[in-house]
């Protein structure tokens, strides 16, 4: 019954190029280095939230709390550099972001796999507490006074270009590193396969031996990771640290990564298509920006494509099958 | 004695208040296909857990193997050094992942951090999908597959986790004749290498067919161990069930008058041009392979799908069924194959689950539900179809499987229906069971019900029926009387 094997991946993938060549046809900023950098940069911190998403996606969970929780990290980390440490360097504040986040993550996994509890109203849970707590004890003031090594941004390609110079930053970098890594636990390690498995049926998981506690701390606990990466990204991006900044991104990322392919079932998702998804939306709402739609419509557009693009890939279920299965007819 | 393979004395196990299993034996012999026989209940599921370290045995248990000193309870971890595994009905594999990584999957669990290469499980795979011998493509996703090439794949998990002793759990209950054929063939292959296989199973023409022995419980104790060499269905029954069950082909003739008529009804990919006539009081039995369109045929007319060509009547009158409700308000009810998921809310109340159906009606004329006219309603449906329950507000998964059949069909007779369809209204029930359910269903075709009955089991289809229709890829192959052939010229036909 598959028609051209293409997978989630594929298509989207198709869609993206498809998308950036009627943009260069009808913009002539679209298509430029300097845009298409840019894009990159910008959309590094939702990409590395989206492949930490992905894993908890796989393992058949869902995770709404990463998002204040990297808000969080923000602070936290800020505070202790800052007031305890003399400022730290990258090193350090990378390390430490990535234990402060993957501390939250397992908080999460902690409460769903101790009390049995739904995943999603766990993190419906620590979502307002985290949120809650970081506005009590900063009383939503920003900081601004950031270390040095975060303050100034860390060019990795320049490029010279029509208007000044494209330049690739580190972030982007950063993104890559992190989804190498997802990629290679999920796919090139038995307990990434496990994973897979244990979304796949948590109970066929359970009695071949697969530890379902370690499963679920690693599924959180590698979002917190990732979040705690993303939010160092986002607060050196921005150069300062604001309680809500990041809040009320986790609905969106978790949208583009269920377009790349996984699902709220389990099972099902990579990080190549975690990516794609995130690129997809980036560029669709890139591109109306460069067409001067009004950024109302945005959101709009996107719930648009969300839905037609989840509708497309159940097609397969909602038309009358066409032929008597083979089998039967054997 | 070295060929014995397992031996177990003296196993007990409580639960509360209840002994279910008291002081049982149980032999396995390598290399040999056992049946483990005995109605829902005797303690066979208890009996295999205990067997594969999931249950501790009380005091008192031995367990043997080959030259081994005995033990008195198997763990876990022995029962995987040992090579003993089950297959459970339910399969227990990953339906997102490709055949490859179901086999190898124990791997992964065993060796989590080593790196692994896509094309080295392939190959593993491959290697016992060709001991095996059967037709697994190693990159397929198991959910593209069928219920038996999933079996398939789960018999080639336990190959390749160096199994020794194996227990198959129903292993035929959602299989096809040919399927059966094709798991039985697979069963006497690794027998012959050497494989105790101990073998659950409701359908005594197969365990009477693939095994050398038979152990049967009763009631949580051993009955006996026979040698299925001259055993007979019924001498197999009467021991499991400890009493004698008669029944005999029907031999009514229908004259009743045309109830339901369908001419030419086709579904576009399901089937095509069916054309029947059926007859007031009368048991047609509708079989053919799975998939050759009975359960889709049983789905247009309970008017859950549009049929694409030809039309409906009843009697006499033209119909068009727009949904179920419109099948339901028009005297069909249709019992479906799945009852456990699809014909009853397990966790709701008997009360609840017999009424569903009729809850308007008990509505009338005020619009609040009566509790007592529920109640009512129960009770003499409970009764009528002798259904043994101790509290109808008690949720339906209180019941035996037999039980909850008849609380499925109470439900639908509730509707007061001159058509009724039964999907595979045996399938997953124990003998002394399937007997109670088709004395019902005879009463009410003799009471001038219509009754469609889906089957792939050519005995029950044989002796049930007044007429039976055979479908072949979505079109009537056959139509014969049963008292014209014999059961086993009928299964030919299905399977020819």
């Known amino acids: ?330 | 004695m070295d060929d014995i393979a397992l031996r177990a004395e003296r196993v007990s196990k409580v639960f509360g208040q209840s002994r279910v299993l008291d002081d049982v034996s149980f032999e396995l012999r390598r290399g040999e296909v056992l049946c483990l026989a005995g109605e829902n209940g005797c303690g066979k599921s208890t009996l295999i857990k205990i067997l594969n370290g999931v249950y501790t045995p009380e005091a008192g248990a031995t367990f043997s193997f080959g030259n081994a000193d005995a033990v008195s309870r198997i763990t876990p971890h022995d029962a995987r050094a040992l090579g003993i595994h089950v297959i459970w009905q339910d399969l227990a594999l990953f339906p997102h992942l490709s055949v490859a990584e179901n086999i190898v999957f124990d791997d992964y669990v065993a060796s989590p951090f080593r790196p692994l290469s896509r094309r080295a499980a392939r190959h593993q795979a491959r290697e016992v999908i060709e001991r095996l011998g059967v037709p697994l493509d190693p990159d397929t996703r198991v959910e593209d597959l069928s219920i038996a090439r999933r079996q398939l794949v789960a018999i080639c998990r336990v190959l390749r986790a160096g199994a020794r002793i194996v227990f198959m759990d129903e292993p035929t209950a959602s299989l096809t004749r040919n399927e059966v054929q094709t798991l039985l063939e697979i069963t006497r292959s690794l027998s012959a290498q050497g494989i105790s296989i101990v073998f659950v199973s409701h359908r005594l023409s197969e365990v009477l067919a693939v095994c050398q022995r038979v152990t049967v419980l009763r009631n949580g104790t051993l009955v006996g161990t026979y040698s299925t060499e001259g055993m007979t269905q019924t001498r197999l029954s009467q021991l499991m069930t400890g009493r004698e069950l008669t029944l005999t082909p029907r031999q009514a003739a229908c004259t009743g008058e045309p109830v339901l008529e369908l001419r030419n009804l086709s579904r576009t990919g399901e089937f095509e041009e069916v054309s029947l006539t059926l007859h007031r009081g009368e048991i047609l039995g509708l079989t053919g392979l799975l998939g050759a369109g009975r359960t889709e045929l049983a789905h247009v007319l309970f008017g859950m799908n549009r049929p694409t060509g030809g039309e409906l009547l009843k009697n006499g009158k033209p119909l068009t069924l727009r949904s179920n409700r419109d099948a339901i308000r028009n005297g069909i009810a249709y019992v479906s194959e799945d009852r456990l998921h699809l014909g009853l809310v397990q966790n709701q109340s008997i009360n609840m689950n017999t009424a569903v159906t009729v809850l308007d009606e008990l509505e009338k004329p005020r619009g609040f539900l009566s509790p007592r006219r529920l109640r009512e309603l129960t009770a003499r449906w409970i009764q009528r179809l002798g259904t043994k329950v101790s509290d109808a507000e008690l949720a339906v998964s209180s019941l035996s499987g037999g039980n909850q059949q008849r609380i499925v069909l109470a439900k639908w007779l509730a509707t007061q229906p001159d058509v009724l369809i039964l999907d595979c209204p045996t399938v997953g029930v124990d003998v002394g069971a399937k007997a109670g359910i088709f004395e019902i269903i005879r009463q009410l075709a003799d009471e001038g019900m219509s009754i469609i009955l889906i089957s792939d089991e050519a005995g029950e289809i044989w002796m049930n029926s007044d007429r039976v229709v055979v479908l072949k890829a979505g079109r009537i192959s056959r139509e014969l009387t049963p008292n014209a052939t014999t059961e086993a010229s009928l299964e030919e036909i299905i399977n020819a």
């Open chain 1, 1 to 330: 019954m598959r028609r051209l094997h293409l997978g989630t991946e594929g298509v989207l993938a198709a869609i993206i190029v498809a998308l950036c060549l009627v943009l260069g046809v009808t913009t002539d900023t679209f298509l430029t280095t300097q845009n298409l950098f840019d894009l990159l940069n910008n959309q590094s911190v939702n990409m590395i939230f989206a492949v930490g998403l992905v894993v908890v996606l796989i393992a058949g969970g869902i995770d709404i709390s990463f998002a204040v929780a990297a808000s969080v990290v923000q602070y936290v980390v800020m505070t202790l550099l800052m007031d305890h440490m003399g400022g730290g360097n990258w090193w350090f504040g990378i390390l430490l972001s990535m234990a402060v986040g993957s501390l939250l993550g397992l908080v999460n996994a902690f409460l769903i796999h101790r009390f049995r509890i739904v995943s999603i109203i766990v993190t419906i849970g620590t979502f307002n507490l985290y949120f809650g707590l970081l506005m009590v004890f900063t009383g939503g003031v920003s900081i601004y006074d950031v270390p040095d090594w975060l303050y100034y941004s860390v060019p990795l390609i320049d490029l010279p270009a029509s208007r000044g110079s494209a330049t690739l930053y580190l972030p982007v970098a950063v993104m890559v590193v992190m989804s190498l890594a997802t990629g290679f636990i999920l796919t090139r390690t038995g307990f990434g396969r496990a994973i897979y498995g244990f979304g796949s049926s948590p109970e066929a998981a359970r009695r071949s031996g697969v530890r379902v506690g370690v499963i679920h701390a690693f599924a959180y606990g590698w979002l917190g990771l990732c979040a705690g990466v993303a939010g160092l990204m986002q607060a050196h991006i921005v150069q300062e640290v604001v309680p809500n900044a990041l809040i009320g991104q986790e609905l969106p990322i978790l949208a583009a990564v269920v377009l790349g392919g996984a699902t709220l079932g389990g099972g099902r998702g990579s990080v190549t298509g975690a990516l794609l998804g995130v690129l997809l939306l980036a560029v669709v709402q890139n591109g109306l920006n460069l067409l001067g739609v009004t950024p109302y419509a945005f959101r709009m557009i996107v719930g648009f494509i969300i839905l037609v693009a989840i509708t497309c890939s159940n097609l397969d279920k909602l038309l009358p099958r066409r032929a008597i299965p083979k089998e039967a007819r054997q």
